[in-house]
């Protein structure tokens, strides 16, 4: 397999797999997104090549589920009002968040993602997904190409911040696509001002926790390298030095937050049987990183 597939496409499918563990949690959404999007299926045809079923795969559920209410948290406590999300796949939090009218927000995908999910917007709100709601739009961009994010930036207004978030996308990167989002990200952050926050880096040094939280995860990792033709992880950072090193050549400053804190109630534990010790590892494990330009 080519570590890394030029075809950016074959990554959109682990959006049906996001979205099949966040069904297990109390998300707004999540069980229609998976059920309208036939989620489980994608799942185990994305699995079956390796012989696991879905239901083995069901480690992941709390991580994704923490992951979505951390970010949401740390997106109200900054006080930031306008939101441009990157690869958003279809977890439609734009259509909770903008439920408050002072909320303006821009979620962004590459073309077929987001035309599956203006469907389910459709489908779910019985309107046209981009007259939902005015504060909410919907845009086809690749976050690697800029012209693509100036133009979804349109929707913004220049005179306020804008927190720009992402979750589950720079993991599949390389790392010379990675230092081009940053390039991206910080030229937006450099016009808006505002934050970037993101769960998305993940260190060589600590990823041996996985390992730990089912005998399964190593196949459940080369079952979504297989489907997506790029190999999850295999250029993340070294350690966090490595990454602050980046960061501070690039100009950046970054707050490391644990993910989990008790405002999170974690629903799907018990829905896909989590046992306690895994539940408690992944809440140790989860770092949550707010970058903004350095001061």
């Not at 995908?109 to 005015?134: C, F, H, M, W, Y």
Request: proline share 5%; net charge neutral.
């Amino acid at each position: 397999m080519n570590q890394f597939h030029s075809d950016h496409s074959l990554i959109s499918p682990t959006a049906k797999l996001v979205a099949w563990w966040r069904s297990y949690s109390d998300i707004p959404y999540a069980k229609e997104s998976s059920e309208l999007s036939h989620a489980y299926t994608a799942v185990h045809k994305m699995m079956a090549p390796l012989q696991i079923t879905p239901e083995q795969t069901l480690w992941g559920a709390p991580i994704l589920e923490i992951r979505y209410k951390s970010l949401l948290r740390e997106i109200k406590k900054s006080g930031i009002k306008q939101v441009m999300e990157l690869a958003s796949g279809i977890s439609l939090r734009g259509l909770t968040m903008t439920a408050d009218p002072t909320i303006r927000y821009i979620e962004t995908d590459l073309p077929g993602i987001t035309q599956e999910k203006l469907r389910l917007v459709e489908t779910i709100t019985g309107k046209s997904a981009n007259s939902v709601r005015p504060n909410l739009i919907f845009a086809e961009a690749n976050v690697l190409n800029p012209l693509d994010l100036d133009k979804a930036a349109e929707g913004l207004d220049p005179k306020k911040p804008v927190a720009i978030i992402h979750e589950g996308l720079l993991q599949y990167f390389s790392r010379q696509e990675k230092i081009e989002a940053t390039h991206n990200i910080k030229s937006l952050l450099k016009k808006y001002g505002g934050v970037w926050i993101t769960p998305d880096f993940d260190f060589r040094a600590s990823m041996a926790q996985w390992g730990k939280m089912s005998p399964d995860t190593e196949k459940v990792l080369s079952a979504i390298a297989e489907a997506t033709g790029r190999a999850m992880l295999s250029e993340a950072f070294e350690n966090e030095i490595e990454f602050r090193d980046f960061l501070t050549a690039e100009g950046l400053q970054a707050e490391r937050i644990p993910q989990f804190d008790e405002s999170i109630k974690v629903t799907s534990a018990s829905a896909a049987n989590i046992p306690p010790v895994v539940l408690d590892m992944v809440k140790t494990s989860l770092i949550l990183w707010k970058i903004t330009l350095k001061s």
